[in-house]
């Protein structure tokens, strides 16, 4: 059984940058951010290969956000730029159990973060 803990969200200006950081409590396959506002489903961010190798993201952040891990330390990070009043959400991590390649489809995840709040004002 693996744990992710999500942490770095917070309130930041429109155009400002914030990075998360997903802690996990043992090794981690692929990894993918996903983000949930209010009244709306959950929605896919990014993912990033168990190497780091390979990356893709969702067209509405894509040149704005990077994912990035650090194996030694079982820490996946996005780095989020530029932001916009539309980023505002709950952010989740989520770890694929066995499978070391990105995938965008939530069902693929088996481990889940509880989130962390991101708010962007105008």
């Known amino acids: 059984q693996v744990q992710l803990v999500e942490s770095g969200g917070g309130l930041v200006q429109a155009g400002g940058s914030l990075r998360l950081s997903c802690a996990a409590s043992g090794r981690t396959y692929a990894v993918g951010w996903f983000r949930q506002a209010p009244g709306k489903e959950r929605e896919f961010v990014a993912s990033i290969s168990w190497s780091g190798s390979s990356t893709v993201y969702a067209d509405s952040v894509r040149g704005r956000f990077t994912a990035s891990r650090d194996n030694a330390k079982n820490t996946v990070y996005l780095q989020m730029d530029s932001l916009k009043p539309e980023d505002t959400a709950a952010y989740y991590c989520?770890?694929?159990?066995?499978?070391?390649?990105?995938?965008?489809?939530?069902?693929?995840?088996?481990?889940w973060g509880r989130g962390t709040q991101v708010t962007v004002s105008s």
């Open positions: 989520a770890a694929r159990r066995t499978v070391a390649v990105v995938s965008t489809t939530l069902a693929e995840y088996y481990y």
